[in-house]
């Protein structure tokens, strides 16, 4: 797992975007956990499953939903 540099938030090993701001992630800086308590999202450009509160695909950088500005 990997922290974003840019919001810091957690995201999953091996991602290469983050899913909160859609920064590209250097995999360099694990973390322990990341949240799974809502369902999942799927990509409408790439089809990867991605985790809860993922704004952006973590294989290909597209948006995904609207983003909560009070997260």
């Known amino acids: 797992m990997a922290r974003c540099p840019?919001?810091?938030k957690n995201n999953l090993a091996g991602r290469t975007i983050c899913y909160a701001?859609?920064?590209?992630l250097?995999?360099?800086?694990?973390i322990e956990s990341v949240e799974e308590d809502?369902?999942?999202t799927i990509c409408s450009a790439c089809?990867?499953?991605?985790?809860?509160r993922t704004f952006f695909c973590e294989n290909?950088?597209?948006q995904l939903g609207?983003?909560?500005e009070c997260s």
């Open 38 to 40: 809502l369902p999942a």
């Open 47 to 52: 089809g990867l499953l991605n985790p809860p």
């Open 26 to 30: 250097q995999n360099n800086n694990p």
């Open 21 to 24: 701001c859609g920064t590209a």
């Open 66 to 68: 609207v983003r909560d």
């Open 6 to 8: 840019n919001c810091q």
């Open 60 to 62: 290909c950088g597209n």
